[in-house]
């Protein structure tokens, strides 16, 4: 009998412990399941009675601020609650207020004492952040990547590129993987496609990151044509995007007449390589040699990117250019070739000769 109300006193016991769920609410959705939710992230109880939370996407140099709570805001603890508080967590508010130097950060809550023990690596207020950003943008003639800021030593990172439109992604390493994404970044003297701006990077302000516009200034690109050649039964057609080369938008691609060729639903028909028979082609202008430029054959499953001039097949296989070796006999027929016939140096196109002064040779 004593066993079994052992038992059952443990069973209740057990009960009592797991009625009350803990949670975390603060000032980041991301982090916290919700900005300021009451009940925005559950701590897990552990076999001592105490309820944890260990986070480990914290991004590094972000400010938090937070407190536990029973689920509702009639019962929370912050600040004032803390065992012992760690150096660079501050006052906010009665929130617990921290700005940290690690991904990682570990809150413990006890609900006999109604103590939160913090542990985790923080900033000192003024102390510089000792980290590297990235930043991933559409820039422009450099396609959508991640590039390195440089630290300005002032709490803000920089880099200056030529300005590419849309939102932006900052991190502290050159991932998606927990990233932050800033939809409309703020714009200083309304930069434009092609324009040189630096782009502002501070990560703990409201509006993280800033675009200024550089007068008069570009930054170099190397923007080079390239050919692309296809080898098919009839004229494929080329779709193309991506910001590594200027002319990527409907509005840049126009027949002699001014009319628009190009959109996502109406590609421009690749050209016949003049003595080629089966051979197609398009020159794409001014591709970043850097990144090159995206496209599709036949807006097929394929998404290419070329760098240089390149021949391929419908599905976008590398295939060896044609020269004057690999032409048919009809091909070589209608090509212009050089010959030799008594010790003269003669053109022969079409069935038709020629002499070096382009003289009809009977």
């Not at 190397?222 to 590594?244: F, L, Q, S």
């Not at 021949?311 to 295939?319: P, R, S």
Request: net charge negative.
């Amino acid at each position: 009998m004593k066993k079994l109300f052992s038992f059952l006193s443990a069973l209740v016991c057990a009960v009592s412990l797991s009625a009350q769920t803990y949670y975390i609410a603060g000032n980041d959705a991301s982090l916290f399941g919700g900005e300021w939710k009451s009940d925005g992230v559950a701590l897990e109880q552990q076999t001592d009675g105490t309820w944890s939370k260990s986070f480990t996407t914290c991004v590094i140099g972000t400010q938090y601020e937070f407190k536990v709570t029973d689920g509702t805001w009639n019962n929370s603890w912050g600040y004032g609650a803390l065992e012992s508080v760690p150096d660079g967590v501050t006052n906010g508010n009665g929130n617990i207020k921290c700005t940290t130097y690690d991904a990682t950060m570990t809150v413990v809550f006890n609900p006999t004492t109604n103590k939160i023990t913090l542990t985790g690596v923080f900033v000192n207020s003024g102390d510089p952040i000792p980290t590297t950003y990235y930043m991933k943008h559409s820039w422009y003639g450099a396609g959508w990547s991640w590039k390195e800021l440089t630290d300005n030593g002032d709490g803000t990172y920089s880099i200056r590129e030529r300005y590419g439109t849309g939102g932006c992604n900052w991190n502290t390493s050159a991932s998606d993987n927990g990233s932050n994404w800033v939809a409309s970044p703020t714009l200083v003297d309304n930069p434009t496609e092609g324009d040189s701006a630096v782009f502002t990077l501070t990560p703990t302000a409201e509006k993280p990151i800033t675009i200024t516009k550089i007068q008069g200034a570009e930054v170099i690109i190397n923007y080079v044509d390239i050919t692309i050649r296809v080898k098919a039964d009839e004229a494929p057609t080329i779709w193309w995007w991506g910001a590594g080369s200027k002319c990527t938008s409907a509005e840049n691609v126009t027949d002699e007449g001014g009319n628009k060729i190009y959109t996502w639903n109406n590609q421009p028909v690749m050209q016949p390589v003049d003595g080629l028979t089966g051979w197609y082609e398009w020159v794409l202008k001014d591709v970043n040699a850097d990144s090159g430029v995206t496209f599709k054959i036949n807006k097929g499953d394929n998404a290419i990117v070329a760098k240089e001039s390149t021949c391929y097949d419908v599905n976008g296989n590398i295939l060896s250019c044609p020269g004057a070796t690999a032409l048919s006999n009809t091909e070589v027929e209608n090509a212009a070739v050089k010959v030799i016939r008594n010790g003269q140096v003669l053109i022969v196109r079409e069935g038709v000769t020629y002499n070096m002064m382009g003289q009809t040779i009977q």
